[in-house]
């Protein structure tokens, strides 16, 4: 893992002293609102419905125990025993006071970890395939690029007054795991045709109000190339952005009123201007980074315990048959912990949670722990012979929800509960779902569905790209929950499409209720996912189930 | 011809503390709307809402908010202001706590 250098150390323990001497000054009265709520969003700090939010990255959610420990920390020490983890790997406290915050930064920096860059019209968090450095359908860790580009990005003197927040994801598998074709820049990782590795480069995607699935600007783009190409979309963008209108600032509608063809042309001209500048430092830098994320060393050993677990134990069979994916060690797998457990605010884990995974991620993990955007927190590297000793460690901290990938394993924006811009609640309709379907138990029958949930428009909660998305409204002052049908947020990213007119939130239980038991009822067999059946049979069977009285007027 | 006024009380965050207050007769922010003033005139709700805005280094983003007349004082129109009276609905954190 990356490990803070002097510059990192300095630069950001300079930042929280900058912060705390701009929150004294506009507790004194020296800044006004208008003055500090800038300096303010630059360091994380945002104002929502009932309180501060403090926003903090965790860069290619990659962390170590001691970060994860200092977190619960913060929890604790600031806040109310807990915290949010967000669908841009990021943890957010809902509670801190003003006065705390340059305190709270100063726990960060003590731990390499910050809040920079996590609002505002600047290059955010940079994100990454959360089984990185794991998986066993990865080309290459993209973590070392990731952390290039973080150190890029932070504090960039071009771009710290772009026209819109600006979002760059990347993975290093053909599976894409990170949703990089709904970000500004999606970086996926290919080999050209002599096996090099490198990527392919996708630009102009995002949801929000006008949901776009990223365009490839460029088939193959070398490693060596990467930084200076970034910067030249970067810069191409910070020029041609529309900052008269808010809703047609971002890189998206760059590319679409441009056009791709002339967009990349400009990319071109610009790269070929700034290319001579890239001497190489960079990728001095980036030899460095690549040291510092050399793979634990596995260790070669039986796994014998862990067959006869899964045999003797349904509860322990059931976890790992839903929670662990493919590692690319013998022996080893990627535990993802579920902090989706049934009726469970999704993405919240109390300061004792956090503990307990820090513990766990030591005695078995390796050390490390990642965050994943569905709002989970993996295990990267365990043997499967500490897997039935981890599961028992899990079950005694509430975190053993055998449920990934599940109808429960729901992405939930905060809403409505929290979010100052939300127009109706995500969290309690997340709740009601997954407990209904606990309480029917056919979740293990249904398999892999992704429900997706968003507050607002904006779509945080990315349920454009849900295989059952909701988007929760405010129809003439009520709660109103619209619902889409077929999105994906994989390599073939779909937008979901609108089934019709939204349900209240006393509907849209039975809505989703309708269209899953449909599913079951139309499926050619139980391997055939939700989204295949969707994909083969297209919107009017959901229809007809979700709006019979429509049906009923037309016969 | 413009929209009849609707009554209405001022609402904002405390600086420091970032929690929702409301404005009363009495030039005071408290966290509970029920003591609020409820305004029913609208070049009232203007003065009120520029005394508000004035409060610079005690409170932040100040607006007016719909309200009626309640059992105990003004009551919010608009769920979503009626969550800003309570707190989330996920924990018992908040004013519907802290009050």
């Given at each position: 893992m990356?490990v803070?250098?002097?510059?990192?150390?300095?630069?950001?323990?300079?930042?929280?002293?900058?912060?705390r001497?701009?929150?004294?000054?506009?507790?004194d009265?020296?800044?006004?609102?208008?003055e500090?709520?800038p300096?303010?969003?630059?360091?994380?700090?945002?104002?929502?419905?009932?309180?501060?939010?403090?926003?903090?990255?965790?860069?290619y959610?990659?962390?170590?125990?001691?970060?994860?420990?200092?977190?619960?920390?913060?929890?604790?020490?600031?806040?109310?025993?807990?915290?949010?983890?967000?669908?841009r790997?990021?943890?957010?406290?809902?509670?801190?006071?003003?006065?705390?915050?340059?305190?709270?930064?100063?726990?960060?920096?003590?731990?390499?970890?910050?809040?920079?860059?996590?609002?505002?019209?600047?290059?955010?968090?940079?994100?990454?395939?959360h089984?990185?450095?794991?998986?066993?359908?990865?080309?290459?860790?993209p973590?070392?690029?990731?952390?290039?580009?973080r150190?890029?990005?932070t504090?960039?003197?071009?771009f710290?007054?772009?026209p819109r927040?600006f979002k760059i994801?990347?993975?290093?598998?053909?599976?894409?795991?990170?949703?990089?074709k709904?970000?500004?820049?999606?970086?996926?990782?290919?080999?050209?045709?002599?096996?090099?590795?490198?990527?392919?480069?996708?630009v102009?995607?995002?949801?929000?109000?006008?949901?776009?699935?990223?365009?490839?600007?460029?088939?193959?783009?070398?490693?060596?190339?990467?930084?200076p190409?970034?910067?030249?979309?970067?810069?191409?963008?910070?020029?041609?952005?529309?900052?008269?209108?808010?809703?047609?600032?971002?890189?998206?509608?760059?590319?679409?009123?441009?056009?791709?063809?002339?967009?990349?042309?400009?990319?071109e001209?610009?790269?070929?201007e700034?290319?001579?500048?890239?001497?190489g430092?960079?990728?001095?830098?980036?030899?460095?980074?690549?040291?510092?994320f050399?793979?634990?060393?596995?260790?070669?050993?039986?796994?014998?315990?862990?067959?006869?677990?899964?045999l003797?134990?349904?509860?322990?069979?059931s976890?790992?048959?839903?929670?662990?994916?493919?590692?690319k060690?013998?022996?080893?797998?990627?535990v993802?912990i579920?902090?989706?457990?049934?009726?469970?605010?999704?993405?919240?884990?109390?300061?004792?949670?956090?503990?307990v995974?820090?513990?766990?991620?030591?005695?078995y993990g390796?050390?490390?722990?990642?965050?994943?955007?569905?709002?989970?927190?993996?295990?990267?590297?365990?043997?499967?012979?500490d897997?039935?000793?981890?599961?028992?460690?899990?079950?005694?901290?509430?975190l053993?929800?055998?449920?990934?990938?599940?109808?429960?394993?729901?992405?939930?924006?905060?809403?409505m509960d929290?979010?100052?811009?939300?127009?109706?609640?995500?969290?309690?309709?997340?709740?009601e779902?997954?407990?209904?379907?606990?309480?029917?138990?056919?979740e293990?029958?249904?398999?892999?569905?992704?429900?997706?949930?968003?507050?607002?428009?904006?779509?945080?909660?990315?349920?454009?790209?849900?295989?059952?998305?909701?988007?929760?409204l405010?129809?003439?002052?009520?709660?109103?929950?619209?619902?889409?049908?077929?999105?994906?947020?994989?390599?073939?990213?779909?937008?979901?499409?609108?089934?019709?007119?939204?349900?209240?939130?006393?509907?849209?239980?039975?809505?989703?209720?309708?269209?899953?038991?449909?599913?079951?009822?139309?499926?050619?067999?139980?391997?055939?996912?939700?989204?295949?059946?969707?994909?083969?049979?297209?919107?009017?069977?959901?229809?007809a189930?979700?709006?019979?009285?429509?049906?009923a007027?037309?016969? | 011809?413009?929209?009849?006024?609707?009554p209405?009380?001022?609402?904002a965050?405390r600086?420091l503390?970032?929690?929702n207050?409301?404005l009363?007769?009495?030039?005071?922010?408290?966290?509970?709307?029920?003591?609020?003033?409820?305004?029913a005139?609208?070049?009232?709700?203007?003065?009120?809402?520029?005394?508000?805005?004035?409060q610079?280094?005690?409170?932040?983003?100040?607006y007016?908010i719909?309200?009626?007349?309640?059992?105990?004082?003004?009551?919010?129109?608009?769920?979503?202001?009626?969550?800003r009276?309570?707190?989330?609905?996920n924990?018992?954190?908040g004013?519907?706590?802290?009050?």
């Amino acid at each position: 893992m990356y490990v803070y250098n002097d510059f990192d150390e300095a630069f950001v323990r300079e930042r929280a002293a900058q912060f705390r001497a701009q929150v004294e000054r506009r507790i004194d009265g020296s800044l006004t609102e208008d003055e500090f709520r800038p300096l303010r969003l630059m360091n994380g700090l945002y104002l929502q419905l009932h309180a501060y939010m403090l926003r903090v990255a965790i860069p290619y959610g990659t962390l170590n125990p001691s970060q994860m420990r200092q977190l619960a920390y913060i929890a604790d020490r600031w806040d109310k025993g807990y915290g949010h983890w967000t669908t841009r790997q990021n943890i957010q406290y809902n509670w801190p006071v003003l006065k705390d915050v340059p305190d709270m930064l100063d726990a960060l920096a003590e731990v390499g970890m910050h809040a920079i860059q996590t609002s505002g019209n600047t290059i955010r968090n940079v994100t990454a395939d959360h089984f990185a450095g794991a998986a066993a359908d990865e080309i290459e860790d993209p973590r070392p690029v990731a952390e290039l580009l973080r150190q890029w990005s932070t504090d960039h003197p071009e771009f710290q007054f772009l026209p819109r927040k600006f979002k760059i994801a990347i993975t290093g598998s053909p599976n894409d795991r990170a949703v990089t074709k709904a970000h500004d820049i999606g970086l996926r990782m290919v080999r050209s045709d002599a096996g090099e590795p490198g990527f392919e480069v996708i630009v102009g995607g995002g949801l929000g109000r006008t949901p776009m699935i990223g365009k490839v600007i460029r088939d193959f783009l070398p490693k060596a190339d990467l930084l200076p190409y970034c910067e030249a979309i970067v810069s191409v963008y910070n020029v041609l952005g529309r900052r008269d209108n808010k809703y047609k600032a971002r890189i998206k509608i760059t590319v679409f009123e441009n056009g791709l063809e002339n967009f990349a042309e400009l990319v071109e001209a610009r790269y070929a201007e700034i290319r001579p500048a890239f001497t190489g430092v960079d990728l001095d830098i980036l030899k460095a980074i690549e040291a510092q994320f050399a793979p634990p060393s596995f260790r070669d050993a039986p796994s014998a315990g862990y067959e006869a677990a899964h045999l003797a134990n349904p509860a322990f069979r059931s976890w790992a048959d839903t929670n662990l994916a493919a590692h690319k060690a013998e022996g080893y797998a990627i535990v993802s912990i579920s902090i989706k457990k049934h009726g469970a605010t999704p993405g919240d884990a109390t300061s004792h949670q956090m503990r307990v995974m820090a513990d766990l991620a030591e005695k078995y993990g390796h050390g490390e722990l990642r965050l994943s955007h569905e709002q989970n927190v993996i295990l990267p590297h365990v043997h499967k012979s500490d897997l039935p000793a981890l599961y028992q460690a899990l079950r005694e901290a509430d975190l053993a929800t055998a449920n990934i990938g599940l109808i429960s394993d729901i992405i939930a924006c905060p809403g409505m509960d929290y979010c100052a811009l939300a127009t109706a609640r995500s969290i309690p309709i997340a709740q009601e779902i997954a407990v209904r379907f606990d309480e029917l138990k056919l979740e293990h029958e249904i398999g892999p569905l992704k429900i997706k949930i968003s507050g607002c428009i904006n779509a945080c909660g990315h349920h454009h790209v849900g295989h059952i998305g909701i988007l929760g409204l405010d129809r003439a002052g009520v709660e109103n929950y619209q619902v889409t049908l077929g999105g994906d947020g994989t390599e073939e990213a779909v937008i979901g499409e609108k089934t019709g007119p939204g349900f209240s939130a006393e509907e849209i239980l039975p809505a989703i209720e309708r269209i899953v038991l449909a599913y079951l009822d139309l499926r050619t067999s139980p391997e055939e996912t939700f989204l295949e059946t969707f994909r083969r049979l297209g919107m009017e069977p959901f229809k007809a189930v979700l709006y019979p009285e429509e049906k009923a007027d037309a016969a | 011809m413009s929209r009849a006024f609707t009554p209405k009380v001022v609402t904002a965050n405390r600086l420091l503390e970032g929690d929702n207050v409301w404005l009363t007769e009495d030039d005071r922010w408290s966290p509970d709307m029920a003591e609020a003033e409820l305004i029913a005139d609208e070049a009232h709700a203007t003065i009120r809402l520029l005394f508000a805005q004035g409060q610079r280094n005690t409170v932040v983003g100040v607006y007016l908010i719909d309200a009626k007349e309640g059992r105990n004082g003004p009551e919010p129109v608009h769920f979503r202001e009626a969550f800003r009276t309570r707190g989330p609905s996920n924990y018992a954190h908040g004013k519907q706590v802290e009050l």
